[in-house]
Structure formats: C-alpha cells, structure tokens
C-alpha cells in the first residue's frame, strides 16, 4: 500500500514542480549592460529541479515495486475523513499563503500559517507556538540577514506603524 502513496506523491512533485517552471517562466528577466543574468526565477527553478528528480525517483521507485508485487492499485480505500481534510486543510493553506503575508507580514504570517497546519496534525499549542515562531524567525533571518532579500511587511502593521 506503501507504493500506492509513493506513486502519488511522485505525481504531486511532479505536477508541482511543472507549476513552478511555468510560473518562474513569468518572472521578469534580470538585464545587466547587454548581459541576460539569473535573475528572480533562479531558485524557484533550482529547487523544482530538485522537486522533479525526488518526484521522478518516486515514481519509478513505487512503480517497480508494484510491477514486483502484481498489486492492485487500491488508492481510496483505506482513506478516512480525518485524513482527507488534513490534505484539504494543507493543500488549501498555499493559496492563502500570499494573502496572510500581504496582510499580516513574514513573521506573524509564517507563525500563524504554521501554528494552524501544527494544529491540524494535532501539535499541542504550545509546541506548535514557539516552534512556529522560531521557524518564521529562522526563515527571516535567511532571507533577510543572509540573502538581503525584502520581506513583507505586511499591511496591517504598516497601519500601526503610522
């Protein structure tokens, strides 16, 4: 059954990373002098590059493993509800990861998107707070401290600020 759920993850990084290679695609072009650099679709590319070989591994892996075992591929009968709004709850959380950060900004946005999805899989609120917050920290820190890359600020503290 194992296979099962590797063949259709397999699927998702794949489809994944084709959305990433079409989506970068639509970034603007960093000209230097007459000089075409990398510019901002560079890393989405190098991590989708990445996302398809884990994704092609998976799918040929699970796939050689069933041939092997002559299984059927029963996907949905052992899926529960419990588990199904889990995956609805995850899938739905990156289309409203754009919105929260516009409106609440990178850190308090990272936190709360992250306390949810702990809170989904049933991660006491505590645990779920402080490893949230030092997740949201860690990832400004990158971006900002190591990359220099700006963050959003988000709107609303944009409003308290003045």
Not at 95 to 102: A, R, T, Y
Request: glycine share 8%.
């Amino acid at each position: 059954m194992m296979e099962v759920w590797d063949l259709a993850l397999g699927i998702l990084c794949v489809l994944l990373s084709a959305f990433v290679f079409y989506y970068s695609g639509t970034f603007p072009k960093f000209i230097s002098g007459d000089k075409e650099l990398p510019g901002p679709s560079f890393f989405p590319r190098f991590v989708a590059i990445f996302i398809l070989g884990f994704g092609l591994f998976l799918i040929v892996n699970s796939g050689l493993s069933l041939i092997k075992k002559r299984e059927k591929i029963r996907f949905l009968d052992n899926l529960d509800k419990k588990m199904l709004l889990k995956f609805i709850a995850v899938l739905s959380t990156g289309f409203v990861v754009e919105p929260v950060l516009s409106l609440l900004g990178a850190v308090p946005g990272l936190t709360a998107i992250s306390v949810f999805l702990m809170r989904v899989f049933r991660v006491k609120w505590i645990q779920s707070l402080i490893y949230s917050l030092a997740l949201a920290v860690f990832i400004y820190w990158i971006f900002r401290g190591v990359f220099k890359l700006p963050l959003p600020e988000g709107k609303l503290i944009l409003l308290f600020r003045g």
